[in-house]
């Protein structure tokens, strides 16, 4: 069974099959559902939004036959149509769902394969229309909530009294959120092309000058004189977000004429050589690669090298550049239903590179389009989201075959669709200018003097619309000035970014070696105390030379790990687990939208089991994660279309249910997860309600503590999680009448700074609260050894810090093959790797091993 999303977007009364309904336009739509699969399921999941508008759940037809009828659709409207298929008569297929109206056939709403004969099953459906208004507001909201933050401004006097009624002037002078477009080799020494460019764009890509057949145009001439003064221009302009397109790319006939002819042998060595040369050039200077363009539609190199060619040159490129993130970069997966192009096949190819072991990857769709269909943008768009990959509409246009105010009417609609999608990181356009007459690609922003073109001018709107303007106002009688604004860096009313005075400064090194004797130093006072044992006879006398022998069983300072409901019935798992941890945290398996997947259909059987394994081997350490969470993608999905009375009866139930069941435990609760990066409660349920979920779980069990869990604000220096803001937050919790709470730092690293960890400890330490590393992990993307070698360097710093009460590293394993979040300690047969031999290391380090000795003169020993 697989879930397709078919989408339409009409303006005829549409005819397919049998009668189902009859639709009536109606202004209270519900939220748009995000949800998507990219799994095949053995059943089907439950339609969206309760099947819209088609009510039947279950229709049988032979390919290429009618299914549905639906009469009165209206023009003006957005139809959403998802369903789950199944297919018999073949192992698997692509389905392609065509419309029909009286007089229209609409050809792209899905996906099909062959001709073969096979049977389909449509269970689940959904069609569900938006007016144009709704589905702006849908938009508008999701940019409210992911493209934008409130702002908190403390204002004092020099002696740090807070200043009431002081008048407040901001205003952002960069944004956040990468908005880009090509460039042409034509932008060098030409300033109005250059002040044009700067003066709206944050991000860049070469159109074509970093392609093969520019820069070795014959074979072993290499030249990146272009590329290298492309790149010099943008760092001039402290643009940094750049594209490299692309390394590779697939079509016949873009391939180096001189390359076409090579032997298997030959082009082999060229293409490594090609790979090597580029990368090694431009390490650490593009943000991403498009490694091989367009794989789904064309397949040169495979057709020549062999089936998992375009795998090696992920590998290869990963090895050569390993913080630039790998990009597969398609067409018409985002524009049309092109067959070689689905999403679907997108997915598999994406995977395979993946089970391939290419760990950095991200998802380019390079949207250009004639007509812009925003539900079937949006539907791909929640699909591939779900593979939580970074996905970028890296070469978006609009056909020049068009008038120009309807180009600019379509460029509105895909930049829209993009900018207010939760899952998309980024957008380049693809409109390079070539000053010397040959224009865009296919479509321009400017003419050749650089004034605007209608699709200038709506770039142009749309930069403001989401840059935060001037902001004025006071601070209230606390000194305190809110204001929400769109990510990025602001200015005060002086013109100026905000300054920070430094006083009483200090730097101070250290040899790595006198690093770790104050560690080890810190370890031996903090973690180790001095045991004195007085042997005496059945009469009390000292014994003079007893010989003692001693041994440690069990530690007291709690170092665990993440569990998978995959340890359930698993011997291996569990004794691999339990003969290392003293402490544990279920990975999901407590989430809200895993104990409560439907509304109200709670179940615990899972978390039920999991609790019972660790107290029958003796583990009571372990932490309730987590309650709540702020983030918009993990809350339940029928929970995000509730009305705000509906959704917060839900939430007091899901913290009474999941409290009430479980009090005394779980010795910490996790109560509403990321709350500074986060904030869909506090805009749902107001600025107070996360104040108040920590007081009802505060008094529904008193004994366990009470967390705030946050990122960021231990791997690195993140505005939105600062330790500042999470020192705030939690005063504002503690003043709010929370009395019981404890600093949760989930230390998800790529390259843990030794330094930051400290100091960051060192801040939160004054608090007097327990901290704990909550969820330890080093990024995937590095090789093994490295890998482990930065585990230490975190494990070393967590257990010497004094503040520091517990660690917990997020190395849940899934044995049926989905591996861990980002850092395993053992394969599948439970044999360590390399950060599992680190944590055996440590554990026996960190562990007092057999003492010996005899009794001095006053049996003591």
């Given at each position: 069974?697989k879930?397709f999303?078919?989408?339409?977007?009409?303006?005829?009364?549409?005819?397919?099959?049998?009668?189902?309904?009859?639709?009536?336009?109606?202004?209270?739509?519900?939220?748009?559902?995000?949800?998507?699969?990219?799994?095949?399921?053995?059943?089907p999941?439950?339609?969206?939004?309760?099947?819209?508008?088609?009510?039947?759940?279950?229709?049988?037809?032979?390919?290429?036959?009618?299914a549905?009828?639906?009469?009165n659709?209206?023009?003006?409207?957005?139809?959403?149509?998802?369903?789950?298929?199944?297919?018999?008569?073949?192992?698997s297929?692509?389905?392609?769902?065509?419309?029909?109206?009286?007089?229209?056939?609409?050809?792209?709403?899905?996906?099909?394969?062959?001709?073969?004969?096979?049977n389909?099953?449509?269970?689940?459906?959904?069609?569900?229309?938006?007016?144009?208004?709704?589905?702006?507001?849908?938009?508008q909201?999701?940019?409210?909530?992911?493209?934008?933050?409130?702002?908190?401004?403390?204002?004092?006097?020099?002696?740090?009294?807070?200043?009431?009624?002081?008048?407040?002037?901001?205003?952002?002078?960069?944004?956040?959120?990468?908005?880009?477009?090509?460039?042409?080799?034509?932008?060098l020494?030409?300033?109005?092309?250059?002040?044009?460019?700067?003066?709206?764009?944050?991000?860049?890509?070469?159109?074509?000058?970093?392609?093969?057949?520019?820069?070795?145009?014959q074979?072993?001439?290499?030249?990146?004189?272009?590329?290298?003064?492309?790149?010099?221009?943008?760092?001039?302009?402290?643009?940094?977000?750049?594209?490299?397109?692309?390394?590779?790319?697939?079509?016949?006939?873009?391939?180096?004429?001189?390359?076409?002819n090579?032997?298997?042998?030959?082009?082999?060595?060229?293409?490594?050589?090609?790979?090597?040369?580029?990368?090694n050039?431009?390490k650490?200077?593009?943000v991403?690669?498009d490694?091989?363009?367009?794989?789904?539609?064309?397949d040169?190199?495979?057709?020549?090298?062999?089936?998992?060619?375009?795998?090696?040159?992920?590998?290869?490129?990963?090895?050569?550049d390993?913080?630039?993130?790998?990009?597969?970069?398609?067409?018409?997966?985002?524009?049309?239903?092109?067959l070689?192009?689905?999403?679907?096949?997108?997915?598999?190819?994406?995977?395979?590179?993946?089970?391939?072991?290419?760990?950095?990857?991200?998802?380019?769709?390079?949207?250009?389009f004639?007509?812009?269909?925003?539900?079937?943008?949006?539907?791909?768009?929640?699909?591939?989201?779900?593979?939580?990959?970074?996905?970028?509409?890296?070469?978006?246009?609009?056909?020049?075959?068009?008038?120009?105010?309807?180009?600019?009417k379509?460029?509105?609609?895909?930049?829209?669709?993009?900018?207010?999608?939760?899952?998309?990181?980024?957008?380049?356009m693809?409109?390079?200018l070539?000053p010397?007459?040959?224009?865009?690609?296919?479509?321009?922003l400017?003419?050749?003097?650089?004034?605007?073109?209608?699709?200038?001018?709506?770039?142009?709107?749309?930069?403001?619309?989401?840059?935060?303007?001037?902001?004025?106002?006071?601070?209230?009688?606390?000194?305190?000035?809110?204001?929400?604004?769109?990510?990025?860096e602001?200015k005060?009313?002086?013109?100026?970014?905000?300054?920070?005075?430094?006083s009483?400064?200090?730097?101070?090194?250290f040899?790595?070696?006198?690093?770790?004797?104050?560690?080890?130093n810190?370890?031996?006072?903090?973690?180790?105390?001095?045991?004195?044992?007085?042997?005496?006879?059945?009469?009390?006398?000292?014994?003079?030379?007893?010989?003692?022998?001693?041994?440690?069983?069990?530690?007291?300072?709690?170092?665990?790990s993440?569990?998978?409901?995959?340890?359930?019935?698993?011997?291996?798992?569990?004794?691999?687990?339990?003969?290392?941890?003293?402490?544990?945290?279920?990975?999901?398996?407590?989430k809200?939208?895993?104990?409560?997947?439907?509304?109200?259909?709670?179940?615990?059987?899972?978390?039920?089991?999991?609790?019972q394994?660790?107290?029958?081997?003796?583990?009571?350490?372990?932490?309730?994660?987590?309650?709540?969470?702020?983030?918009?993608?993990?809350?339940?999905?029928?929970?995000?279309?509730?009305?705000?009375s509906?959704?917060?009866?839900?939430?007091?139930?899901?913290?009474?249910?999941?409290?009430?069941r479980?009090?005394?435990?779980?010795?910490?609760?996790?109560?509403?997860?990321?709350?500074?990066?986060?904030?869909?409660?506090?805009?749902?349920l107001?600025?107070?309600?996360?104040?108040?979920?920590?007081?009802?779980?505060?008094?529904?069990?008193?004994?366990?503590?009470?967390?705030?869990?946050?990122?960021?604000?231990?791997?690195?220096?993140?505005?939105?999680?600062?330790?500042?803001?999470?020192?705030?937050?939690?005063?504002?919790?503690?003043?709010?009448?929370?009395?019981?709470?404890?600093?949760?730092?989930?230390?998800h690293?790529?390259?843990?700074n030794?330094?930051?960890?400290r100091?960051?400890?060192?801040?939160?330490?004054?608090?007097?609260?327990?901290?704990?590393?909550?969820?330890?992990?080093i990024s995937?993307?590095?090789?093994?050894?490295?890998?482990?070698?930065?585990?230490?360097?975190?494990?070393?710093?967590g257990?010497?810090?004094?503040?520091?009460?517990?660690?917990?590293?997020?190395?849940?394993?899934?044995?049926?093959?989905?591996?861990?979040?980002?850092?395993?300690?053992?394969?599948?047969?439970?044999?360590?790797?390399?950060?599992?031999?680190?944590?055996?290391?440590?554990?026996?380090?960190?562990?007092t091993?057999?003492?010996?000795?005899?009794?001095?003169?006053?049996?003591?020993?």
């Open positions: 069974m879930n999303v078919f989408i339409l977007l009409l303006g005829l009364s549409l005819h397919v099959g049998p009668s189902i309904s009859t639709f009536t336009s109606s202004d209270d739509a519900p939220l748009y559902d995000y949800s998507a699969s990219t799994e095949c399921k053995s059943t999941e439950d339609a969206l939004y309760n099947g819209g508008i088609i009510k039947n759940q279950a229709l049988e037809t032979p390919i290429n036959s009618t549905f009828v639906l009469n659709l209206t023009g003006d409207t957005i139809y959403s149509f998802s369903g789950w298929i199944k297919i018999t008569g073949a192992a297929s692509l389905i392609k769902a065509t419309l029909t109206t009286d007089n229209v056939i609409f050809n792209c709403t899905g996906t099909n394969s062959d001709g073969q004969q096979i389909v099953s449509i269970s689940s459906a959904s069609l569900q229309p938006f007016t144009n208004e709704q589905w702006n507001n849908i938009q909201n999701t940019i409210n909530t992911e493209r934008k933050r409130t702002a908190t401004l403390h204002v004092s006097d020099v002696n740090g009294n807070s200043l009431h009624g002081a008048k407040v002037v901001v205003e952002q002078v960069s944004r956040d959120f990468p908005l880009g477009s090509a460039i042409s080799e034509g932008i020494g030409n300033l109005p092309y250059q002040k044009w460019f700067v003066d709206r764009f944050n991000a860049a890509v070469f159109e074509n000058e970093l392609k093969w057949n520019s820069t070795e145009p074979r072993g001439q290499i030249n990146y004189t272009i590329p290298d003064q492309m790149l010099q221009f943008l760092h001039s302009k402290n643009i940094h977000t750049i594209r490299g397109h692309n390394i590779l790319w697939e079509p016949h006939n873009v391939i180096p004429a001189w390359a076409k090579l032997t298997t042998s030959e082009l082999n060595i060229s293409v490594r050589s090609r790979i090597h040369s580029l990368l050039r431009y650490n200077q593009f991403h690669w490694v091989d363009n367009e794989m789904l539609p064309w040169f190199f495979k057709q020549r090298l062999g089936p998992n060619a375009s795998l090696e040159f992920f590998r290869i490129a990963q090895r050569l390993p913080l630039a993130t790998m990009f597969m970069n398609e067409f018409n997966v985002l524009e049309n239903c092109n070689d192009c689905a999403v679907d096949n997108y997915v598999e190819r994406l995977k395979g590179l993946r089970e391939g072991g290419v760990t950095m990857a991200g998802i380019g769709l390079q949207a250009h004639f007509v812009p269909n925003p539900a079937l943008i949006r539907g791909v768009l929640d699909k591939l989201a779900t593979l939580k990959l970074p996905i970028w509409l890296t070469e978006l246009d609009i056909s020049k075959k068009l008038d120009p105010q309807t180009q600019a379509y460029l509105e609609v895909a930049l829209r669709e993009g900018f207010s999608h939760p899952s998309v990181d980024g957008i380049m693809w409109t390079a070539h010397n007459g040959d224009g865009c690609y296919r479509m321009c400017t003419d050749y003097n650089f004034k605007n073109l209608p699709t200038g001018d709506v770039v142009d709107s749309l930069l403001k619309e989401w840059q935060t303007g001037v902001v004025e106002g006071e601070t209230d009688d606390h000194g305190v000035f809110n204001f929400s604004g769109f990510l990025g602001y005060n009313s002086d013109g100026q970014r905000i300054n920070v005075s430094i009483s400064a200090s730097l101070q090194p040899t790595n070696e006198q690093w770790k004797n104050i560690q080890q810190t370890i031996n006072t903090e973690r180790k105390w001095a045991a004195t044992l007085h042997v005496s006879d059945v009469d009390g006398k000292s014994i003079h030379g007893a010989k003692v022998v001693v041994e440690q069983v069990s530690r007291d300072f709690p170092l665990g993440a569990i998978s409901e995959g340890i359930l019935g698993n011997l291996p798992y569990q004794k691999w687990f339990v003969d290392r941890f003293n402490a544990a945290v279920f990975e999901n398996e407590l809200w939208n895993s104990t409560e997947p439907q509304r109200g259909q709670v179940n615990y059987t899972i978390p039920d089991q999991m609790l394994f660790l107290h029958s081997k003796n583990i009571h350490t372990i932490r309730g994660h987590n309650i709540l969470w702020e983030s918009h993608n993990v809350i339940p999905a029928w929970a995000k279309n509730l009305t705000t509906e959704l917060n009866i839900s939430v007091r139930s899901r913290i009474h249910s999941l409290l009430n479980y009090k005394n435990q779980f010795v910490h609760w996790d109560v509403d997860n990321e709350m500074l990066p986060w904030d869909f409660f506090k805009q749902r107001g600025p107070n309600a996360s104040l108040e979920f920590f007081r009802t779980a505060q008094r529904l069990d008193p004994l366990a503590t009470m967390f705030m869990n946050e990122f960021n604000v231990l791997e690195n220096c993140n505005l939105d999680c600062a330790v500042d803001n999470y020192v705030e937050r939690l005063k504002g919790l503690r003043e709010g009448g929370v009395t019981m709470a404890g600093i949760g730092l989930q230390a690293f790529f390259v843990p030794p330094a930051l960890i100091g960051v400890l060192d801040k939160l330490a004054t608090l007097k609260l327990p901290i704990w590393l909550t969820e330890l992990d995937k993307k590095l090789d093994p050894q490295t890998h482990a070698k930065y585990l230490e360097v975190a494990l070393r710093e257990f010497s810090h004094p503040s520091v009460d517990g660690i917990m590293m997020w190395t849940a394993l899934h044995p049926n093959g989905d591996g861990c979040y980002r850092m395993c300690l053992t394969d599948y047969n439970f044999k360590n790797l390399p950060t599992g031999d680190i944590v055996d290391s440590l554990i026996k380090e960190w562990q091993g057999v003492v010996e000795g005899e009794t001095d003169d006053h049996g003591v020993f």
